[in-house]
Structure formats: C-alpha cells, structure tokens
C-alpha cells in the first residue's frame, strides 16, 4: 500500500482563498499540513502576498496555483499531475 501523501498549505487566518483550497484538500486522501504564515516570519515574509501556497512536504519549490474557482476533482487532477497518483 503507498504511503499518503502529505501536503502543506501556507495560509492566513481569514483568507476566504486558503479556506476554499483548504476544504477542497481536505476531501481528498491525502494528509494536509496547515501551516498559519502569521505566526512564523520566515513564512510570513516568503509568502504573505501569495497564500495561499501548496507546497509538497519536503519540497520548498509549491504547486502551481489554481483558480478558486476550481472544483475539487479539478484540484485532484492538478496534485496528481504535480506529485503522482494517490489512493481515493
């Protein structure tokens, strides 16, 4: 059986972008780090106007950013090109 994935999103509290891409992840079988940019200067400082940013853990180079308006199945397809398949 493959290990899970693990992704990091970069996010700020109060960011309607990063709940949206949050609770898209969050339906999908990998394991979501959530990492609050407010309370850590070096992310602050790397990636206060970009949140929300997906990163593969373990990997400082982040995933493309998608539209908010993309559906879940659309995030799914987008990891899975970036990163590989993983388990539904």
Not at 25 to 39: G, K, W
């Amino acid at each position: 059986m493959p290990l899970m994935k693990t992704l990091i999103l970069y996010s700020k509290p109060g960011c309607h972008l990063c709940e949206g891409l949050q609770e898209k992840l969050e339906a999908l079988p990998l394991q979501l780090e959530v990492r609050d940019i407010t309370q850590n200067e070096v992310w602050f400082q790397k990636y206060q106007y970009e949140v929300p940013v997906l990163c593969p853990l373990g990997s400082e180079q982040p995933l493309p950013r998608m539209s908010p308006r993309a559906s879940a199945q659309q995030v799914a397809q987008m990891i899975q090109t970036q990163i590989g398949p993983f388990e539904a």
